[in-house]
């Protein structure tokens, strides 16, 4: 009798979608911020407030639990994913509420131990994740971005272009107790070289070109690790830091063409996997990922399910030094 020869269908529970609910207390917190306030007040395209709801859409049908690639199961790590919802607060809002509330739903997971993955919404949202937590333990934020933005705060509001000076403009950055390493830009001018070293001296950028001149330490290794070897260095090379932010606007990626703004020379869409990857695998001190930009209203199929991909690779990567932790 000749074998019975699958039909090659997949049930929704065999993708990692079927681990998440809704929740607080799992190892790994989703948390969406479904705002694009960071687009519309500097004159950009809105959409990005479609991301989270978008991104939940897609992981019901992407990511197999039982990873063939590395022989991994990622229920035997990650037996739930917590969903903690959306930032909602009735009524109208101001942009400093909706950042508070997402400062204490980031803290909170923290504060437990759990690591918390963020989908907006604008990249201005990496101001309050990274804001609050314990005062005395040391940041140290890596922001994949695009450029540097860095145009004047004013009368409080920030947005696209002036969220990395908003966080550079905190004395805990300024005094260098906190750090942020900018990655991936290109076309820096020099009137934003002497901002950014006026604002936080001990904070550092570096240019896209940077990343492609870095020597791996195998020089067999594929170029597309080159990006997360490259993070992975910067990280290592900053002992002194308690808490470890990654935060990767989707703008920076040279692949990634339907968002408000692409870029034209950026890390490739399978660094950035890759990034995801090793953040779970390999760096303990982190804290949480946040990924921005995604705009949906523009294009939400090969998009979303790329940010599908970051998300699964990261834990992937989590539950596999779990596993290894426990052994």
């Known amino acids: 009798m000749e074998p019975e020869i699958p039909d090659n269908t997949t049930d929704q529970s065999e993708y990692i979608g079927s681990l998440i609910h809704e929740g607080f207390y799992d190892k790994l917190v989703l948390i969406g911020f479904p705002y694009d306030q960071g687009a519309t007040l500097c004159g950009s395209k809105r959409g990005q407030d479609y991301g989270p709801d978008s991104f939940r859409r897609f992981v019901k049908d992407l990511g197999s639990i039982r990873n063939p690639e590395y022989g991994i199961d990622i229920s035997k790590g990650l037996p739930s994913i917590a969903d903690y919802g959306n930032i909602q607060i009735e009524g109208k809002p101001t942009q400093k509420q909706l950042m508070d509330k997402l400062t204490t ?126 993070i992975n260095d910067l990280i290592a090379a900053n002992p002194e830091y308690d808490n470890v932010y990654i935060s990767i606007s989707l703008e920076a990626v040279e692949g990634i063409t339907d968002v408000s703004i692409p870029c034209v020379q950026g890390f490739t869409t399978e660094e950035i996997v890759e990034v995801c990857y090793q953040a779970g695998l390999n760096q303990p001190k982190l804290v949480s990922i946040d990924v921005a930009d995604y705009n949906p209203f523009i294009e939400d199929w090969s998009t979303g399910r790329f940010l599908v991909l970051m998300f699964y690779y990261f834990a992937l990567g989590l539950s596999t030094r779990i596993i290894q932790h426990q052994q």
């Not at 550092?204 to 070897?229: A, M, P, Y």
């Open 105 to 230: 739903k980031v803290n909170a997971c923290i504060k437990r131990g759990n690591l918390a993955f963020v989908v907006g919404g604008t990249r201005d949202m990496t101001t309050a994740v990274v804001d609050g937590e314990s005062k005395e333990k040391r940041k140290l934020v890596i922001m994949i971005r695009k450029s540097l933005d860095l145009k004047a705060v004013e009368q409080g509001e920030m947005h696209q272009r002036n969220s990395l000076r908003a966080i550079l403009e905190q004395e805990s950055f300024k005094s260098g107790h906190n750090k942020a390493i900018v990655v991936g830009m290109n076309l820096v001018s020099e009137s934003e070289i002497v901002t950014f070293k006026a604002l936080a001296p001990s904070s550092e950028f570096h240019q896209i070109e940077d990343v492609r001149r870095f020597k791996q330490h195998n020089q067999e290794g594929k170029l597309t690790l080159q990006g997360s070897d490259f």
